[in-house]
């Protein structure tokens, strides 16, 4: 099988703008979940999907939002980006909530 | 709370010696417990996971890890660290009822000297 696929792998861009960052979990996977690592703060959960419905939320602002499609697909957006928000975003998926999370590469994000 | 310790930071062996990596959590139910790889620009790679059952879980790459319920505490061993073992190690912690909101220590940083 597969693993988890991140696109695009690397990223700049400039604060104020807007980011979408996609994910495609293992076949026949229906939970996704995003975090996101930098080195003062490690990995941190953002949101958990499942079944195109977001089952938890971690602390962070709105500006961070997901989304779910039917084909199990998420992608993530974060807006008005500050310079904190430069990080790796891993995208994990599984069978159901609470099973063995399987992570894709990464896509790594650098705000100017 | 829910945390995840990871007391060392970085620890430095020799090629060939054993390693044990320390994790210690708090969870407020029966935790799903797991050690995960990362080597530099890369993902997470599951390394082992503990759900139920026996305390002493075998993973990949020779890896090891025992649960010690009283101890909270989720240890990752090796006899015999290869060169290519060098790269961070996180632990995590999760449950059902919290679905993958899992729980990562801060890592610990492997260096393997030849």
């Known amino acids: 099988k597969a693993g988890v696929t991140q696109t695009p792998r690397y990223l700049i861009k400039t604060r104020g703008q807007q980011v979408t960052l996609s994910c495609s979990p293992i076949s026949g996977h229906r939970s996704v979940s995003w975090y996101q690592q930098t080195p003062g703060q490690g990995l941190q959960f953002l949101f958990e999907y499942f079944s195109e419905t977001q089952r938890n939320k971690g602390n962070f602002p709105g500006r961070f939002s997901g989304r779910q499609f039917s084909n199990s697909r998420s992608e993530m957006n974060v807006s008005t980006l500050e310079l904190g928000d430069s990080a790796l975003y891993l995208c994990?998926?599984?069978?159901?909530?609470?099973?063995?999370?399987?992570f894709g590469p990464g896509t790594r994000l650098t705000v100017l | 709370a829910q945390s995840v310790t990871q007391p060392d930071i970085h620890i430095t062996v020799s090629e060939g010696a054993s390693l044990e990596l320390r994790c210690n959590y708090s969870?407020?139910?029966?935790?799903?417990l797991f050690w995960y790889v990362q080597s530099p620009g890369q993902g997470l790679q599951l390394l082992l996971k503990?759900?139920?059952?026996?305390?002493l879980v075998q993973g990949i790459k020779g890896f090891e890890a025992e649960f010690k319920r009283s101890q909270s505490s989720f240890n990752l061993r090796k006899p015999s660290v290869h060169w290519s073992d060098a790269a961070e190690y996180f632990c995590?912690?999760?449950?059902?009822?919290?679905?993958?909101?899992?729980?990562f220590g801060t890592g610990t940083s492997l260096t393997v000297i030849p």
């Open positions: 995590a912690v999760g449950a059902e009822y919290t679905g993958n909101q899992f729980y």
């Open positions: 969870y407020g139910a029966t935790p799903y």
């Open positions: 994990a998926s599984s069978l159901v909530g609470g099973d063995t999370q399987y």
């Open positions: 503990y759900f139920s059952g026996d305390t």
